[in-house]
């Protein structure tokens, strides 16, 4: 207790000997030696005393005249204990060109979004995250079906494709929630199926592929500002072996609506080597995404 209050004396004291310091050199003639002059001290105005404030940021200090400034918030870790999630839903406007191999028969297949568009039937399109300290997952799938009817001069070929595009892996964040680069491994998951009818004489078929690929790649994340962030993502699948390949590309960029939602565009690029049987593709998926995605 003594202790306590002599440091509170000395404080006391030093604060008075700055201002009486400050006053003096307020006077006329204070440091001029051999010089007296008389003085209305009524006029002079004595000075704000100096204060010391120690500032609360570890273990830097500052002497200043106006309150020490709060410590700036720590950036937030992405590995931290805390579970980040999120989900979109989103469009892919992808046209396909490319090699398609049916039976003994090749031809060069060129079709744009617009075209698929005409005879699209049904499509769903979602992306999940969520992740907890060094780890998370992902979930990105993909399904479309397209239909239609072309004539022939004897008969009608009527057709319906539909396609599965499923990946899933284990992410592992890196860096901060604002910037950093990220590493994950997977697999991939696709499936084509198709039926073809002819009308007369009334006849149909249909057959069906699936491959499955280990995936390995990365992602860079980055924020511009308060609302807009982007990522830059690549990867890797397949066997290592010719027709059951892949790698894709995809860059985005998301606008911040408020503290849950955000929308956001990109483009994104698929090639794939896929053989099995007398069914085989050799060509990509390619065009701009848009999307919509919530936080939590």
């Known amino acids: 207790m003594a202790t306590t209050h002599s440091s509170k004396r000395m404080r006391v004291a030093f604060l008075v ?95 744009s979004f617009s075209d698929i568009l005409k005879h699209l039937d049904m499509t769903f399109m979602g992306y999940y995250e969520t992740s907890k300290g060094r780890m998370g997952f992902y979930l990105d799938t993909i399904y479309v079906r397209v239909s239609g009817d072309v004539q022939r001069p004897l008969t009608t070929v009527g057709y319906r494709v539909s396609q599965t595009l499923a990946e899933g892996g284990v992410l592992f964040p890196g860096g901060t929630a604002e910037r950093g680069l990220d590493g994950f491994v997977g697999a991939r998951y696709l499936g084509l199926s198709n039926r073809l009818s002819l009308t007369p004489p009334g006849v149909s078929g249909s057959s069906s592929s699936t491959w499955l690929q280990p995936v390995i790649g990365g992602r860079y994340r980055t924020t511009f500002s308060e609302r807009w962030s982007g990522t830059l993502r690549g990867d890797i699948g397949g066997t290592g072996g010719g027709g059951n390949s892949s790698w894709q590309a995809l860059a985005t960029l998301r606008y911040r609506l408020n503290e849950k939602t955000s929308l956001g565009i990109g483009y994104r690029y698929l090639h794939m080597n896929l053989e099995k049987g007398r069914f085989g593709f050799d060509g990509a998926m390619r065009g701009p995404l848009v999307g919509v995605g919530w936080e939590w």
């Not at 201002?19 to 003096?24: N, Q, Y």
């Not at 440091?31 to 002059?37: A, I, K, P, S």
Request: glycine fraction near 8%.
């Open 17 to 111: 000997t700055i201002t009486l310091a400050a006053a003096l050199t307020t006077l006329p003639g204070f440091g001029d030696t051999g010089v007296t002059e008389q003085t209305d001290l009524s006029s002079v105005v004595i000075a704000r005393p100096i204060q010391i404030a120690i500032a609360p940021c570890p273990p830097s200090t500052a002497v200043a005249t106006a309150p020490a400034p709060a410590c700036p918030p720590a950036e937030k870790l992405a590995n931290d204990d805390t579970r980040h999630s999120m989900f979109a839903l989103y469009g892919w406007l992808a046209g396909v060109n490319g090699d398609l191999t049916a039976g003994p028969l090749t031809a060069s297949v060129n079709v």
